[in-house]
């Protein structure tokens, strides 16, 4: 079993920026590929972005360019830089990890972003 937990999510103007994190119970070199899906009321849950075990990362057309996928593999922990945030940035944030041995996939619990003046 895996665990994801996230954090930072909250309430933030547009055009500033947040940090978001995602913890996960087992090492993630165990884990590829790791990333983020978000999902807005009423909408399908949508992919953000991806990394790989080698770093290589692969983001939606809609934050490329404002939005980064980092990992700290001495943590466990994966990340979500998001820049030059917008209101249609709103959603749950999910983490996401594949877990290579079993072949299975994991989500954390969400967390919300609310861009907002």
């Known amino acids: 079993q895996v665990q994801l937990v996230e954090s930072g999510g909250g309430l933030v103007q547009p055009g500033g920026s947040l940090r978001l994190s995602c913890a996960a119970s087992r090492s993630i070199f165990e884990m590829n590929p790791m990333g983020w899906y978000r999902q807005a009321p009423g909408l399908e849950r949508e992919l953000v972005g991806t990394?790989?075990?080698?770093?290589?990362?692969n983001y939606a057309g809609s934050v490329k360019g404002r939005f980064t996928i980092s990992r700290d593999n001495s943590k466990n922990t994966v990340y979500l830089h998001m820049n030059s945030l917008k209101p249609e940035d709103t959603a749950v944030y999910y983490c996401y990890a594949r877990w290579i041995g079993p072949g299975a996939n994991y989500w954390g619990r969400g967390t919300q972003v609310t861009v907002s003046s």
């Open positions: 990394i790989n075990s080698g770093g290589t990362t």
